[in-house]
C-alpha cells in the first residue's frame, strides 16, 4: 500500500507555493489546452471523470455545473469551500499552503468551465498564516496574467477575492457560506432555490471545496481516464486522507479510494498507538457515525463501501480510538462542538442541541438515569431531517452510533454513582 | 381570479390557489397548518420548523408549508401520525427553555405557543436539565418591552423592522441556544410602527409598556373600528371592556387585517390615540355658566336656530358621512351655510410612503364628496356674516391660533358640540357633548376613496349623545339612518345600505383614489 | 457558545486609521454589496485595536450604511472577533476531539493550574489570555495551540512551557 502523489505532487517541493518554482513543476500548463477547448466539453471532461465534491457530500462536480441555468444574463459565481472546520479534517489547508497555485489553476478551468468571472475563496478565521500564503499566491498569479482581465492573454477576466470566516464551523455549508459572504450571520438558507439557480446576491453560483477544485488540472491534464485510473467505479480518484487520533503517524496522506480501511491505519498511520487495542474508528470526520473494529475491518474508503456500513466517507477525516477512550466523555465532546456551532436560527437545532448537551453532562456527572438515555437517543431522531440545513444531522447521526455501538459504557454511567475522572476533566 | 389548482390534504381533494405557499393556500379552505415565524407581510423564513407536512411521493417527503408552493395534484399529509409526531416534537423543543409563566405573562390567551400546546402537544414537561436564562423587561424603546426567555426567535420583529419600516432596529445576536433579539446599545427603536411586533410576535416576548399588566386578554371585548388619527383610516379592532361596576374603558387599539387599506399594520400614533377617547373628554352640558342637562341645554340650541338669522355650521372633516349628511339637510332647512375648514388638521410632510398621512382627518373625502366648502375665505366669509355659529365637533384650534378664534367669535354666538373639551368653547355660550369615533357607529371615506363603515364599540355608563340624533332632534329632515343613506346613495358610487360595504370597505370610482395624495 | 451581547464601550469615537482605511476603501471594490464588507471591516477593526469596541460597530455600521444592528449581529455570531481586550499573548487551545483524544486537557490544566488563566479571563497583568477553541483544523498533529495566532502543533506541557518562555 502506498501514497499516490496528485494533488500532492508538489508539496514536497521546497518553495512549490511559490510561483516560478510551482511553474517548473508544470503549474498552470493545462490554460493552453483549456482556452482550446469549450467549456462544455471541460465540463463533460469533468463528469466523465467521476470527480466527486470532497467538501463531505461527495456530489459528482461535474453534474452539479450542469445545473447552472443558461444565460440568465446574471453573473456567475464560483465560491471555493476552504472552512475547512469539520473536525477531524485537514486536508485543504495542504493545498493552500504548499500549492496554492494548483488551487488558482483548478479555479481558472472552472471558471472557464462555468463561464464565471468572479470567485471568492471563503477561508475560516482559524487559517491565519494560510490566509497570508494563499493571498501571496493570488497577488503572484495576478502580477503574472493568471488572474486578472486577460488570464493567460485570453479575453477572459477572472477575479479572486479571499474573503475570510471569523469562526463558525456552519459557515462550511454551502449557503451559509454564501450569507457570510454577503456579510450577515452565516445562517443557511433554505433550499430549493439551489445555489446553482440564486446563490451569492441571488445569482446563479456554483460552490466547491479547496480539493475538488485542485483536482481539476490533473483531470484536465491527463484526462478522465487517467484520473479514474485510480479509486473506484464510483469513487475514483485520489483524496487527501487526514488520520488523526490513536495512531502512531497521524498525518495527512493522498490515497487513492477504495483502499480497505484497517489496512490504510495499520501501514500507512502505523497502527494504533502505543500497542493498545482499537475500540473504534471515525471514518469522515465527527460527523459520521462511529465503525466498531470488526465493521473497519470489512469496510473500504470510498462512497459505496461507506454507505453500506451505514456510515459515510464524508470529508476523509479518520480518527482512531483506541481502547482507553471513555465514549460517553467524546459523545459530550460531540455535542458540545455542535451545540456551540449551531447557527441557531431552527428550533430542533438551537433548542435540541442545547438540551442533549444538558442530558449528557447530566449523564457524565452521573446524576442521569437510564430514561435519560432514552431520551438522549430519542432527541437525535426528533432533531435530525427536520431542519434548514444537517449540522443537526451531522451531530445526530454519530451520536446516535454511539449509544447504539457502546449502549453499555451509557448505562454504566447512570447505574454506578461514581463518574469517571475521564468524564468529568471535560467540564 | 388567481389560478385554482387541485390538490389533496390527507387524501380529500381540495382547490386551492396556485403559487401561494401552502400554509396560506390550504389555510384559505380552512385547514391550518401550525406556523410561528411565516407571516404572511413578512414572508416565510422557514426556521421556527412548526409547519412541516408530509409529501406523499414527494421529494423530499418532508418540507416547510412556509416555503412549499400549491402545486396540482400535491398530496399534502397533515393528519398522518409521523407529522403529528413532528408537531409534538417541535412543539416540545420550544417550549424547553420557554419560562412558560403564563399566569403573568400579557400574552396569554392570545399566544402561539399556549394554543399550539393545546393542539398538538399536551405533554407533561421532560425537560429535567436547568434551563437558558437570559434577559427579561428589556426597554427596546417606542413602549416596547422584551423578554428574552419567552422570545421563540420567529425573527418576525426583526423582518419587520428591516423589512416594513427600513429602520433596522432589532437583530438577532449570538448564536446556538444562545441567541437572542435585542437593540445596539444607544439605537433603540426608533420608528412610527414600533409597536407592530406587538402583535407580530407569536408569544409574549414583546410586550406594550402601555397595556402591559392592564387586562387579561380573555375579558377584552373586540369590536371591529376606524382608526380616525389620519386620512388612511386604517382598519382597526377597538379592545374594550367595562369591570364591575365601572366605566367601560378602551384598553388598546390594534390593527385589523385590511388588504386595501392598512395591511396588516397601523401606526404608532393611531394605535396611542385610544387614549384621546379616554381623556380629555366634554361631560356636561352647559348654557351659559350653568351646567345644564344635554335636553336642556338642546331645548335652548332649538330656541335659537328657531330665532332666525344668519346660522354657519361648521362640519369636522373627522366627523362620519351619516353625520355631515344630517347636518347639511338642517343647514339647507335653515337656509344656513357650511363650512368644514380644517387646514390646520393637515401637518404637511408629516405623512410618508406607508401609511401615515398629512391630513389627521379621518373623513375629508366625505366633506369633499358631499361638496361642502372647506376654504379658509370661505370659512372667514360665512362666519363673518353670521349671527349665530354651530360648530359640529370641529377642533378649530387646530387651524386657527386662540387669538384668531379670540377674535373671530367675539361678537358672535357659538353654539359647539363637542367631544372633547377645548379652548374655543369656553366662548361658546351653549355646550353639548356628543360621542366620539368609537362611541358611535359610521363610515368614512379615506385618502384613497375607500369607503369604511364601523359599528358602535364601546358603550360608556352615560353614552355621550351621538350627533346625528341631536341634529335630527333639532329638526334635520333625516331622522333615521336609514335615512341618511336615502340621501348618501344619490352621491356616486355610494350604497343605499351600509350593510352590504366590504369589511375590507369599498373602493369608489377612480375619481376618488386620485385623492391619494401626502 | 456563550452570551456575547455585551459590548464594551470606550467612550471614544472610532475611526479607521489610514492603514485599514486604504485598506477598506480597498476591500469596497471587491464587492457588489456594501453588507459584505461587515466581517472585513470587523477585521480590520481588530487588526488595528485587537479588538471590537460598541463604537467600532457603530462606526462600521454607519460607514457601511446598514444597519448597527446587522454589525452587532455578526461581531457576537463569529466567536472570532473580540469583544474585550485580550491578554498581550491570547493562547487558544484547541478542545476538539482529536486534540482531546491527545491530551489537550494537560495543556489547559496547566494553564489553569500554574498560570491561574481561565477560559474567556485576561491575566492579571493583563500578559496571558486563554481560550478553548473548537477544531483547528490541525488533527493531524495534534493538541494544537495557536498563540497570537501562530499554530503550534504536537503541543505537550513541555513544549507549552518552552513556548511561554520564549516570549519576551
Ligand atoms: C455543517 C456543514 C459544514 C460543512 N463544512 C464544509 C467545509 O468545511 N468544507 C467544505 O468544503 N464543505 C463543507 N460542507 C459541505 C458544503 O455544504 C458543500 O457541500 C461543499 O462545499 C460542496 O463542495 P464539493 O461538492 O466540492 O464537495 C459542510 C456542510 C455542512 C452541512
Ligand atoms: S440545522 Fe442548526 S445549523 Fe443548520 S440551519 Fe438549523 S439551526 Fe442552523
Ligand atoms: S420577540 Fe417575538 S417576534 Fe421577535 S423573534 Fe422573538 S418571538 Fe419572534
Ligand atoms: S412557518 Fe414554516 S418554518 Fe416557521
Ligand atoms: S481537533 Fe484540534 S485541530 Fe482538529
Given at each position: 500500500?502506498?501514497?499516490?502523489?496528485?494533488?500532492?505532487?508538489?508539496?514536497?517541493?521546497?518553495?512549490?507555493?511559490?510561483?516560478?518554482?510551482?511553474?517548473?513543476?508544470?503549474?498552470?500548463?493545462?490554460?493552453?489546452?483549456?482556452?482550446?477547448?469549450?467549456?462544455?466539453?471541460?465540463?463533460?471532461?469533468?463528469?466523465?471523470?467521476?470527480?466527486?465534491?470532497?467538501?463531505?457530500?461527495?456530489?459528482?462536480?461535474?453534474?452539479?455545473?450542469?445545473?447552472?441555468?443558461?444565460?440568465?444574463?446574471?453573473?456567475?459565481?464560483?465560491?471555493?469551500?476552504?472552512?475547512?472546520?469539520?473536525?477531524?479534517?485537514?486536508?485543504?489547508?495542504?493545498?493552500?499552503?504548499?500549492?496554492?497555485?494548483?488551487?488558482?489553476?483548478?479555479?481558472?478551468?472552472?471558471?472557464?468551465?462555468?463561464?464565471?468571472?468572479?470567485?471568492?475563496?471563503?477561508?475560516?478565521?482559524?487559517?491565519?498564516?494560510?490566509?497570508?500564503?494563499?493571498?501571496?499566491?493570488?497577488?503572484?498569479?495576478?502580477?503574472?496574467?493568471?488572474?486578472?482581465?486577460?488570464?493567460?492573454?485570453?479575453?477572459?477576466?477572472?477575479?479572486?477575492?479571499?474573503?475570510?470566516?471569523?469562526?463558525?464551523?456552519?459557515?462550511?455549508?454551502?449557503?451559509?457560506?454564501?450569507?457570510?459572504?454577503?456579510?450577515?450571520?452565516?445562517?443557511?438558507?433554505?433550499?430549493?432555490?439551489?445555489?446553482?439557480?440564486?446563490?451569492?446576491?441571488?445569482?446563479?453560483?456554483?460552490?466547491?471545496?479547496?480539493?475538488?477544485?485542485?483536482?481539476?488540472?490533473?483531470?484536465?491534464?491527463?484526462?478522465?481516464?487517467?484520473?479514474?485510473?485510480?479509486?473506484?467505479?464510483?469513487?475514483?480518484?485520489?483524496?487527501?486522507?487526514?488520520?488523526?487520533?490513536?495512531?502512531?503517524?497521524?498525518?495527512?496522506?493522498?490515497?487513492?479510494?477504495?483502499?480497505?480501511?484497517?489496512?490504510?491505519?495499520?501501514?500507512?498511520?502505523?497502527?494504533?498507538?502505543?500497542?493498545?487495542?482499537?475500540?473504534?474508528?471515525?471514518?469522515?470526520?465527527?460527523?459520521?457515525?462511529?465503525?466498531?473494529?470488526?465493521?473497519?475491518?470489512t469496510v473500504t474508503l470510498d462512497y459505496e463501501s461507506m454507505a453500506a456500513h451505514k456510515t459515510m466517507f464524508g470529508s476523509g477525516g479518520i480518527v482512531v480510538l483506541d481502547e482507553t477512550v471513555d465514549i460517553v466523555a467524546l459523545v459530550k465532546n460531540l455535542i458540545d462542538f455542535y451545540h456551540h456551532e449551531s447557527c441557531g436560527q431552527c428550533t430542533p437545532c438551537r433548542e435540541g442541541l442545547g438540551w442533549m448537551l444538558k442530558l449528557i453532562k447530566k449523564i457524565l456527572r452521573g446524576e442521569g438515569s437510564p430514561a435519560d438515555i432514552d431520551l438522549l437517543r430519542e432527541l437525535c431522531d426528533n432533531i435530525e431531517m427536520k431542519t434548514v440545513c444537517v449540522l443537526s444531522a451531522a451531530c445526530t447521526m454519530p451520536v446516535r452510533s454511539y449509544l447504539d455501538k457502546f449502549r453499555p459504557e451509557f448505562e454504566a454511567y447512570v447505574t454506578k454513582t461514581n463518574a469517571s475522572p475521564a468524564g468529568l476533566q471535560q467540564e | 381570479m388567481a389560478d385554482m389548482v387541485k390538490l389533496f390534504v390527507n387524501g380529500v381533494e381540495v382547490e386551492v390557489e396556485a403559487g401561494k405557499n401552502l400554509i396560506d393556500a390550504i389555510g384559505a379552505v380552512g385547514i391550518e397548518i401550525p406556523h410561528l415565524c411565516y407571516h404572511p407581510a413578512l414572508g416565510a423564513d422557514g426556521n421556527c420548523r412548526m409547519c412541516l407536512v408530509g409529501i406523499e411521493d414527494g421529494r423530499?417527503?418532508?418540507?416547510?408549508?412556509?416555503?412549499?408552493?400549491?402545486?396540482?395534484?400535491?398530496?399534502?399529509?397533515?393528519?398522518?401520525?409521523?407529522?403529528?409526531?413532528?408537531?409534538?416534537?417541535?412543539?416540545?423543543?420550544?417550549?424547553?427553555?420557554?419560562?412558560?409563566?403564563?399566569?403573568?405573562?400579557?400574552?396569554?390567551?392570545?399566544?402561539?405557543?399556549?394554543?399550539?400546546?393545546?393542539?398538538?402537544?399536551?405533554?407533561?414537561?421532560?425537560?429535567?436539565?436547568?434551563?437558558?436564562?437570559?434577559?427579561?423587561?428589556?426597554?427596546?424603546?417606542?413602549?416596547?418591552?422584551?423578554?428574552?426567555?419567552?422570545?421563540?426567535?420567529?425573527?418576525?420583529?426583526?423582518?419587520?423592522?428591516?423589512?416594513?419600516?427600513?429602520?433596522?432596529?432589532?437583530?438577532?445576536?449570538?448564536?446556538?441556544?444562545?441567541?437572542?433579539?435585542?437593540?445596539?446599545?444607544?439605537?433603540?427603536?426608533?420608528?412610527?410602527?414600533?409597536?407592530?411586533?406587538?402583535?407580530?410576535?407569536?408569544?409574549?416576548?414583546?410586550?406594550?409598556?402601555?397595556?402591559?399588566?392592564?387586562?387579561?386578554?380573555?375579558?377584552?371585548?373586540?369590536?371591529?373600528?376606524?382608526?380616525?388619527?389620519?386620512?388612511?383610516?386604517?382598519?382597526?379592532?377597538?379592545?374594550?371592556?367595562?369591570?364591575?361596576?365601572?366605566?367601560?374603558?378602551?384598553?388598546?387599539?390594534?390593527?385589523?387585517?385590511?388588504?386595501?387599506?392598512?395591511?396588516?399594520?397601523?401606526c404608532d400614533s393611531g394605535r396611542m390615540s385610544y387614549k384621546a377617547e379616554e381623556e380629555g373628554r366634554l361631560n356636561e352640558a352647559r348654557h351659559g355658566r350653568l351646567a345644564r342637562s344635554v335636553d336642556q341645554a338642546l331645548l335652548a340650541v332649538a330656541e335659537d336656530l328657531a330665532q332666525g338669522g344668519k346660522i354657519t355650521f361648521i362640519l369636522s372633516p373627522d366627523s362620519s358621512l351619516e353625520q355631515m349628511v344630517t347636518i347639511r339637510a338642517l343647514a339647507e332647512k335653515l337656509g344656513a351655510t357650511l363650512s368644514g375648514f380644517s387646514d390646520g388638521w393637515i401637518i404637511p410632510g408629516d405623512g410618508d410612503d406607508f401609511l401615515i398621512r398629512d391630513d389627521k382627518a379621518a373623513n375629508r373625502a366625505g366633506l369633499e364628496l358631499l361638496g361642502i366648502d372647506c376654504s379658509r375665505t370661505g370659512f372667514t366669509a360665512a362666519v363673518e356674516a353670521a349671527d349665530l355659529v354651530v360648530n359640529c365637533n370641529n377642533d378649530l384650534g387646530r387651524s386657527l391660533s386662540a387669538e384668531e378664534l379670540g377674535q373671530l367669535f367675539q361678537s358672535r354666538r357659538l353654539i359647539s358640540f363637542a367631544s372633547h373639551r377645548r379652548e374655543i368653547d369656553n366662548q361658546a355660550e351653549i355646550v353639548i357633548p356628543v360621542a366620539s369615533w368609537s362611541e358611535y357607529a359610521g363610515s368614512v371615506i379615506n385618502c384613497q376613496g375607500i369607503l369604511q363603515h364601523f359599528p358602535r364599540a364601546v358603550v360608556r355608563n352615560q353614552p355621550p349623545m351621538e350627533l346625528v340624533e341631536l341634529i335630527a332632534r333639532l329638526g334635520s329632515p333625516l331622522q333615521s339612518e336609514a335615512d341618511c343613506w336615502q340621501e348618501l346613495a344619490r352621491l356616486p358610487g355610494l350604497p343605499a345600505d351600509p350593510a352590504t360595504i366590504p369589511t375590507e370597505g369599498l373602493q369608489l370610482n377612480d375619481n376618488e383614489a386620485a385623492h391619494d395624495q401626502p | 457558545m456563550s452570551d456575547r451581547s455585551e459590548l464594551i464601550s470606550t467612550g471614544k469615537p472610532f475611526s479607521f486609521d489610514k492603514k485599514r482605511d486604504a485598506a477598506f476603501e480597498q476591500l469596497s471594490k471587491r464587492y457588489p454589496t456594501r453588507e459584505s464588507l461587515i466581517l472585513p471591516a470587523l477585521w480590520l477593526t481588530q487588526e488595528q485595536e485587537g479588538w471590537v469596541c460598541q463604537e467600532a460597530i457603530a462606526y462600521i455600521a454607519d460607514r457601511i450604511g446598514t444597519f448597527a444592528s446587522k454589525v452587532y449581529e455578526a461581531a457576537t455570531f463569529y466567536t472570532m472577533y473580540h469583544l474585550r481586550p485580550t491578554g498581550r499573548y491570547h493562547i487558544c487551545v484547541c478542545r476538539t476531539l482529536s486534540c482531546w483524544l491527545r491530551g489537550k486537557q494537560e495543556i489547559v490544566d496547566y494553564l489553569r493550574n500554574e498560570l491561574s488563566l481561565t477560559p474567556g479571563m485576561v491575566s492579571e497583568d493583563g500578559r496571558y489570555s486563554l481560550e478553548e477553541v473548537e477544531c483547528l483544523g490541525h488533527c493531524g498533529s495534534a493538541p494544537v495551540v495557536q498563540l497570537n495566532g501562530e499554530f503550534h502543533e504536537d503541543m505537550d506541557v513541555e513544549k507549552l512551557k518552552a513556548l511561554l518562555a520564549s516570549l519576551q
Open positions: 500500500m502506498e501514497e499516490v502523489k496528485i494533488l500532492s505532487a508538489k508539496f514536497a517541493i521546497k518553495d512549490a507555493h511559490k510561483l516560478k518554482v510551482a511553474k517548473k513543476h508544470g503549474a498552470y500548463a493545462t490554460l493552453d489546452k483549456l482556452f482550446a477547448m469549450a467549456p462544455v466539453d471541460v465540463i463533460d471532461e469533468v463528469k466523465r471523470s467521476g470527480l466527486r465534491g470532497r467538501g463531505g457530500a461527495g456530489f459528482p462536480a461535474g453534474v452539479k455545473w450542469g445545473f447552472l441555468p443558461k444565460d440568465t444574463g446574471k453573473p456567475v459565481y464560483l465560491a471555493v469551500n476552504s472552512d475547512e472546520s469539520e473536525p477531524a479534517t485537514f486536508k485543504d489547508r495542504y493545498i493552500l499552503v504548499k500549492d496554492p497555485h494548483l488551487l488558482i489553476e483548478g479555479i481558472i478551468i472552472c471558471s472557464y468551465a462555468i463561464g464565471s468571472h468572479d470567485t471568492y475563496i471563503y477561508i475560516r478565521g482559524e487559517y491565519t498564516t494560510q490566509v497570508k500564503a494563499l493571498q501571496a499566491a493570488i497577488d503572484e498569479a495576478y502580477k503574472a496574467g493568471y488572474l486578472g482581465d486577460k488570464v493567460a492573454g485570453q479575453d477572459y477576466r477572472i477575479d479572486v477575492t479571499v474573503h475570510r470566516g471569523a469562526g463558525a464551523y456552519v459557515c462550511g455549508e454551502e449557503t451559509a457560506l454564501l450569507e457570510s459572504i454577503e456579510g450577515k450571520k452565516g445562517q443557511p438558507r433554505a433550499k430549493p432555490p439551489f445555489p446553482a439557480v440564486a446563490g451569492l446576491y441571488g445569482c446563479p453560483t456554483i460552490i466547491n471545496n479547496v480539493q475538488s477544485i485542485a483536482s481539476l488540472p490533473y483531470i484536465l491534464d491527463k484526462g478522465a481516464d487517467a484520473y479514474r485510473a485510480y479509486g473506484t467505479e464510483k469513487s475514483s480518484g485520489t483524496h487527501l486522507f487526514g488520520i488523526s487520533g490513536h495512531v502512531e503517524r497521524p498525518g495527512m496522506y493522498e490515497l487513492p479510494l477504495g483502499l480497505p480501511l484497517l489496512e490504510v491505519i495499520d501501514t500507512i498511520a502505523g497502527g494504533v498507538w502505543k500497542g493498545r487495542k482499537l475500540k473504534g474508528v471515525i471514518p469522515g470526520g465527527s460527523s459520521t457515525p462511529v465503525l466498531l473494529p470488526e465493521e473497519a475491518k | 423530499p417527503p418532508l418540507v416547510p408549508a412556509c416555503k412549499t408552493p400549491a402545486m396540482a395534484g400535491m398530496k399534502v399529509l397533515l393528519d398522518a401520525e409521523h407529522i403529528r409526531k413532528i408537531q409534538r416534537d417541535v412543539m416540545e423543543l420550544e417550549l424547553i427553555n420557554h419560562p412558560t409563566d403564563c399566569p403573568v405573562c400579557d400574552q396569554a390567551g392570545e399566544c402561539r405557543l399556549q394554543d399550539y400546546y393545546m393542539s398538538y402537544d399536551r405533554r407533561q414537561s421532560r425537560m429535567t436539565v436547568p434551563q437558558v436564562v437570559k434577559g427579561k423587561k428589556m426597554a427596546f424603546g417606542c413602549g416596547v418591552v422584551h423578554d428574552q426567555e419567552r422570545c421563540v426567535l420567529c425573527g418576525r420583529c426583526v423582518r419587520f423592522c428591516r423589512q416594513i419600516t427600513k429602520t433596522g432596529e432589532l437583530g438577532i445576536i449570538n448564536r446556538s441556544d444562545d441567541a437572542r433579539v435585542n437593540i445596539f446599545p444607544g439605537r433603540p427603536l426608533h420608528n412610527r410602527y414600533a409597536l407592530n411586533v406587538v402583535d407580530l410576535c407569536p408569544v409574549g416576548a414583546m410586550t406594550s409598556a402601555d397595556f402591559r399588566f392592564q387586562q387579561r386578554v380573555w375579558f377584552l371585548k373586540k369590536s371591529p373600528g376606524v382608526c380616525h388619527g389620519c386620512a388612511r383610516g386604517c382598519s382597526i379592532t377597538v379592545d374594550h371592556n367595562r369591570e364591575k361596576e365601572q366605566e367601560a374603558r378602551i384598553y388598546r387599539l390594534r390593527p385589523r387585517h385590511n388588504p386595501l387599506v392598512n395591511g396588516y399594520f397601523i | -
